[in-house]
């Protein structure tokens, strides 16, 4: 039975049974608490508070769930981050009896396969035991094993800070949790405290993949054709190490896919910031097996074209899944070759161990061990995010120093902050508003095992490299229009944001197309480059002699630093400025200038961004 056959099986079941199918909705919740659709429910949820405002009793779906929870677990034979939910949904209509009926009948006659075992609440903290549906399951079937279990594994939470919730019963194929049928008759509030709901609804919820796996007969769910369709069968090849890079590909591949076309961007925030860490990690596995990413690519042309039958909006959104995982990719690419490098120049043992086929995952080798320090500079450096390297290092049979991490990470932020102090706090005098971000407390970051839905810590530095690229492309503009406009080019001030640049200077007439875009090509010019950004401390008309611009009005301290982008016989850029800034102008990445205009007092200002 193919995929698509079991979505028809499923929704034609139940809209027997009276429901009303309703279509997935997004994978962004409208529900602010939660930033994932992580169950069917998740859309239903204010109807099991207001039956009345529900427009139907009973409904059926099919929905795109993401949870992050699982990322450790994807590779074995049954976790992933993005899968498809089938559910059933009753507000106030029907009860335990019809829910446990529909699902013994669907799963026994419609799918063709035998219940290993059930499970119910066995009661726990007020809550009793539920009798009730044990009853139901023995005189559906005398013979089925029933399991009792307690409220971790037979009581469903709500999502988010509060909602509804309650017991269930879970259905068992192949030793595999296959269905989840939740009783919601409790409402728990954001202080964990139960009520019961006026009306008992029903939630129920099976994971298509697992399904899939049972009803196809296959020992994992990436052999069902959700994944047989799309991925070469190269990618579930190999020794067990290898495979798992292959799976986790997969998984993250998909997920990122239909994450863009619900209109997520890779950022370093929240949902952006778990888009672009599964991009990052996919991509290091594709670098462990060694496949190019133009298979990626192909890949994820065929995840548009398989899952499009079933989901439009990847064929309404192919071009800005395509653009936008391209970007992320050129990104990343460029410094995960120069951090490996760097990496493996340390530990030659981790790109000789990475590179024999068919090895095999052993505990680490005693005394292989990643130092904190040097885990931290590739961090720092090439942005690779923590768990990743973590895992490089597990990979290749590396202990992880993860505590000397997090030392390093706490020096870090001391001297960030205590820099900040010193860079800003004295004279005042520079425009840049870059500040604050540097010296923002981060709360006690702790890198453990599971991924954070959201790590201030990291988007915070994220941020902070974003806007120095901002910071220097901001030199380099106003060197570039110094040259297209002439040197009397006044600069009036700037203004930097995670997203762009602000720069401000005095011009008596709007600036051409044609001269912005000089301006900008120049800049790139120097960004494709590579050059040096450096900085002297000097006397203040030292630095005026050596040619560095300043702002004209500005009252400067006898000494100043004067940063320079070129030789310092051959320079391209040269001010006086607080900083700080990248080391070398191909950092940046490409600049656009977005904007020009004319603001109060002659002066013009333009924005741009960097990618
Ligand atoms: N809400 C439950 C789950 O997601 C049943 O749908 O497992």
């Known amino acids: 039975m193919t995929q698509k056959e079991i979505r028809e099986r499923f929704i034609k079941f139940f809209e027997s049974k009276g429901h009303a199918v309703v279509p997935s909705s997004s994978l962004l919740p409208t529900d602010p608490s939660v930033l994932f659709t992580t169950a069917g429910m998740q859309q239903f949820k204010p109807y099991y508070i207001n039956p009345a405002e529900a427009p139907d009793k009973n409904v059926v779906s099919i929905q795109k769930c993401l949870r992050t929870s699982d990322i450790d677990e994807v590779g074995d034979d049954s976790h992933l981050t993005f899968f498809e939910m089938l559910g059933n949904f009753s507000f106030g209509d029907y009860w335990k009896k019809e829910a446990i009926e529909y699902a013994h009948e669907f799963i026994t006659k419609e799918m063709g396969l035998t219940i290993d075992y059930v499970s119910v609440f066995q009661g726990e903290e007020g809550v009793p035991a539920d009798e009730e549906s044990e009853k139901i399951w023995q005189s559906i079937d005398p013979a089925l094993k029933i399991k009792r279990a307690g409220r971790e594994d037979n009581f469903w939470g709500p999502t988010g800070e509060e909602g509804p919730c309650g017991p269930t019963t879970e259905i068992y194929v192949n030793d595999l949790e296959v269905w989840n049928i939740v009783f919601n008759e409790y409402y728990q509030s954001a202080d964990k405290q139960l009520k019961p709901l006026a009306i008992k609804g029903i939630d129920t919820g099976m994971g298509l993949e697992r399904l899939a796996m049972v009803v196809q007969n296959k020992s994992n769910i990436f052999e069902t054709d959700l ?94 899944i395509i653009n936008e995982f391209t970007k992320e990719v050129t990104k990343f690419l460029l410094t995960l070759d120069k951090g490996l490098e760097e990496f493996y120049k340390k ?140 040197q009397e080019l006044a600069q009036a001030g700037a203004d930097i944001t995670v997203e762009r640049l602000r720069f401000d200077f005095n011009f008596p007439r709007k600036i051409t197309p044609e001269e912005l875009k000089q301006a900008e090509d120049m800049a790139n010019e120097i960004v494709k480059k590579d050059l040096p950004v450096t900085f002297k401390e000097v006397d203040l008309q030292e630095a005026l002699d050596s040619g560095a611009a300043g702002i004209f009005k500005a009252k ?56």
């Open 556 to 611: 400067y301290p006898p000494r100043v630093k004067v940063y320079t982008v070129g030789e310092d016989n051959n320079w391209f850029s040269r001010e006086i400025c607080a900083g700080p800034h990248v080391t070398h102008t191909g950092e940046i990445g490409h600049i656009t200038i977005t904007k020009e205009e004319s603001v109060s007092g002659g002066n013009r200002r333009i924005r741009a961004t960097v990618e």
């Open 227 to 320: 994944f047989s369709n799309v991925f070469s069968f190269a990618l579930f090849a190999g020794a067990p190490d290898e495979l798992k890079s292959g799976r986790i590909i997969a998984d993250h591949l998909r997920a990122s896919v239909f994450l863009i076309a619900d209109g997520v961007q890779p950022s370093n925030k929240e949902r952006g910031y778990i888009l672009r860490k599964l991009i990052r990690r996919l991509l290091v596995h594709s670098k462990n097996i060694q496949i190019p990413t133009s298979v990626i690519a192909d890949f994820m042309q065929k995840i548009i074209i398989e899952y499009g039958k079933s989901h439009s909006e990847l064929i309404d959104n192919q071009q800005s």
């Open 347 to 486: 530990y030659p043992g981790l790109k000789a161990q990475e590179l024999v086929p068919g090895q095999s995952v052993k505990p680490f080798v005693v005394g292989q061990k990643i130092s904190g320090k040097d885990a931290f500079d590739l961090y720092q450096s090439y942005g690779f995010p923590p768990e990743v390297i973590k895992e490089i290092a597990e990979n290749h049979l590396y202990e992880f120093d993860e505590e000397g991490f997090n030392k390093e990470m706490e020096i870090h932020k001391n001297i960030s902050r205590a820099g900040v102090e010193k860079k800003f706090g004295g004279h005042g005098i520079h425009p840049h508003t870059i500040t604050n971000e540097v010296g923002s407390a981060e709360g006690n970051r702790s890198f453990g095992v599971g991924v954070k839905e959201a790590d201030l810590s990291v988007e915070r530095r994220e941020e902070m490299k974003k806007k120095t690229r901002l910071h220097t492309a901001t030199h380099l503009l106003d060197a570039a229009l110094r040259k297209v406009l002439g």
